[in-house]
């Protein structure tokens, strides 16, 4: 028997101490240990209900994307089939197979079918919608609608933009001169074409607003829609 308090006490009491607590878990209890390891025992994995939610939602996220891709390869396929004119600020990419023109990027695309007298205000406003960056805006639009396709406020968000776009081009085209009922006879010839939804082109948004805008400040006309138009694209991030 050793004297309380002494070394060889102390010693025993702590051998007797930490064989309790292994054996009976204490101090503190599993669930304590546990938290204090990281390591949960809750059970996190997925129900069968939100597995089939994820998978759905991630196919359409895909095929979204992979459409905005294909459509990117087939204009950039057609810009290598088509022959180029370099201008001061695009490209000029004319090919037989053009019936609408439109414009991606710095390049603008256009047809032998557009009327001689329709020609130079097609390039002005397709070169309005490039010096906007408008394809910028739209890919970017494009991708988030992708990735949030089930809220409907980006769809909206998309017809604000087209509408706010194509007021700033008819705004530049008739800065320039050109005449007012000249111009909407060449949008009117533009119609029975097709060009890619991610493109900016003259006959998207062809509206009886945007008929009536032109005779009107198009620019101040389109701050309103810019603003309505962003604070849809606002509430749908939210």
Request: hydrophobic share 45%.
């Amino acid at each position: 028997v050793f004297p309380y308090g002494s070394p060889a006490a102390t010693f025993i009491n702590t051998v007797e101490s930490t064989s309790l607590v292994l054996e009976t878990g204490t101090p503190g209890s599993t669930a304590d240990t546990a938290a204090l390891g990281g390591v949960s025992t809750s059970d996190s994995s997925f129900s069968l209900t939100e597995w089939i939610v994820l998978g759905i939602y991630a196919s359409v996220a895909l095929v979204l994307l992979a459409l905005i891709i294909y459509r990117i390869l087939k204009i950039r396929a057609l810009r290598r089939a088509s022959t180029l004119t370099r201008a001061e600020s695009y490209t000029l990419a004319e090919h037989a197979s053009i019936h609408s023109p439109f414009s991606f990027g710095k390049t603008l695309y256009i047809g032998p079918n557009i009327a001689p007298e329709d020609r130079a205000m097609v390039i002005a406003h397709e070169a309005s919608h490039i010096a906007h960056r408008h394809t910028t805006e739209k890919l970017f639009l494009s991708v988030l609608k992708s990735l949030f396709w089930f809220n409907p406020f980006l769809w909206l968000s998309e017809r604000y933009l087209v509408e706010v776009q194509e007021y700033q081009a008819d705004a530049d085209v008739l800065g320039k001169g050109y005449g007012l009922q000249e111009y909407r006879y060449a949008i009117f010839r533009q119609l029975f074409g097709h060009e890619p939804d991610i493109s900016s082109a003259m006959g998207h948004s062809l509206t009886r607003k945007r008929f009536e805008r032109m005779g009107n400040d198009a620019r101040k006309a389109s701050v309103p829609l810019r603003i309505a138009g962003a604070c849809v694209l606002i509430a749908a991030l939210l």
